[in-house]
């Protein structure tokens, strides 16, 4: 699976989205992480590994505790390639709108 596909897959998830705001705020301990969710320790694990595989976390033990941060390129790459589409869109309406001016003047 490519990078770009990757990312995408893994923010397909609610929980896993919900995790990478957590991490905006900053680096944050498994633990901390999984505090606020109903899903089990494993669950949140499980989660995490996808968000580590996709490159959008590192995870670092640090004494006993499993530190997760947030990595910012492969989310910077997604926005990138939908930053092309907004454009187009943008465009697209911006002539629509001007073609629905037009015409409510006749």
Do not use: N
Request: glycine share 6%; with cysteine.
């Amino acid at each position: 699976m490519d990078r770009l596909s990757a990312t995408f897959s893994a923010l397909a998830d609610p929980t896993r989205r919900a995790l990478l705001a957590k991490l905006v705020k900053g680096d944050a301990t498994v633990g901390d992480l999984a505090s606020p969710f109903e899903i089990s320790l494993p669950a949140v694990s499980r989660h995490l590994k996808v968000l580590e595989r996709a490159g959008l976390i590192e995870r670092q033990t640090d004494a006993q505790w499993r530190v997760c941060r947030l990595k910012g390129r492969p989310l910077r790459e997604a926005h990138g390639w939908l930053e092309r589409y907004r454009k187009y869109w943008e465009q697209s309406l911006d002539r629509l709108a001007e073609y629905l001016e037009k015409g409510s003047k006749r």
